[in-house]
Structures are given as structure tokens and as C-alpha cells.
């Protein structure tokens, strides 16, 4: 599975960004994808996921009503909608993919896109 993000960018306050994350490859053994991101000095975390099987999304509670995953199963693209953006969201957001092949797990991640929004 490979994984080529793109949205990013520089927003004020308040706006909106729409991130994207095209997977290519070994698509149909994709457990779940999600959403991370790693700020300056801290360490990576989880934004949101999506499972392929039932749909089930979950959100970090700093974005919980703001932000809104979603995925094309037949672009095989999956989205990040980030409204109502503040400064603190500013970070490097990475794709995720967890998969199997022949039983065995593998984590995939992009190449991560630039998020800063200000204030």
C-alpha cells in the first residue's frame, strides 16, 4: 500500500482546509486509515480514523465537531474536512494506513503535509 497526501496550507483562524490521502497498491486488504499529526516538539497523534469494514469513525476530543473524515472506497481517496480551525491545530498531518497481507500487520504513512493556521 502506498499512500500521497495533499491539502495542505496556510489558513487564518476559523477557516477551513480539506486534506487528501490517495492509496494505491494492495487497497482491498486496508484494516483502517486515519488521520495523525506531530507539532513542533510534541509527539504524534491521532487526529481521526475511519474502519474499512463498518465505517466506524473516531475523533480526538480537540476536534470532535470541527473536523470530519470521510472515504471514497472507489477513488480509494480518503479526507480529512478541518473547519473552524484554530492555531493549536497547526501541525505536520500524516496519512495512516493498517493492513494485512498473509496475516502478518503493516502500518503505512505519507509523506505528511503542512498544516499552519493563524491566528
Known amino acids: 500500500v502506498q499512500l500521497v497526501e495533499s491539502g495542505g496550507g496556510l489558513v487564518q483562524a476559523g477557516g477551513s482546509l480539506r486534506l487528501s490521502c490517495a492509496a494505491s497498491?494492495?487497497?482491498?486488504?486496508?484494516?483502517?486509515m486515519g488521520w495523525y499529526r506531530q507539532a513542533p516538539g510534541k509527539q504524534r497523534e491521532l487526529v481521526a480514523s475511519i474502519r474499512s469494514s463498518s465505517g466506524n469513525r473516531n475523533y480526538a476530543d480537540s476536534v470532535k465537531g470541527r473536523f470530519t473524515i470521510s472515504r471514497d472506497n472507489v477513488k480509494n481517496t480518503m479526507y480529512l474536512q478541518m473547519n473552524s480551525l484554530k492555531p493549536e491545530d497547526t501541525a505536520v498531518y500524516y496519512c495512516?494506513?493498517?493492513?494485512?497481507?498473509?496475516?502478518?500487520?503493516?502500518?503505512?504513512w505519507g509523506q505528511g503535509t503542512q498544516v499552519t493556521v493563524s491566528s
Open positions: 497498491g494492495s487497497t482491498f486488504s486496508i484494516d483502517a
Open positions: 495512516n494506513a493498517k493492513y494485512r497481507i498473509n496475516y502478518l500487520r503493516y502500518d503505512q
